[in-house]
């Protein structure tokens, strides 16, 4: 079965699991279908503001639509999760990648 189906199978099998639509975000980005992807960053930051794994992402995916301020007010919003859960090693991505997109505009 291909990788697509079985992660929309499972996500039907569990439709609130964020890391489920991540990796399909992912998935779609690989075959260059981005506006699926980014449905699915949309609804996890939207839905589950806590998990951490998406601001990174979608930033950088931002990015390289040349949407460098959506991608600035994504890396703040995963800075400001990270900052609340603790988690120094995301934050420091997260602060690292803020800085080289806002040297940008």
Known sequence: MDRL???KDMLDKHPDD???KYALALEYLK???DEKAEQYFRTIVEQDPAYLGVYYQYGKWLETKGRQA???DM?????QQAMLQGDSRTLQELRNAFAAVA???
């Open 5 to 7: 189906l079985q992660l």
């Open 70 to 72: 959506e991608a600035i």
């Open 75 to 79: 890396y703040s919003r995963g800075i």
């Open 31 to 33: 075959r260059g279908e």
């Open 18 to 20: 964020s890391f489920l």
């Open 103 to 105: 040297d940008l505009d």
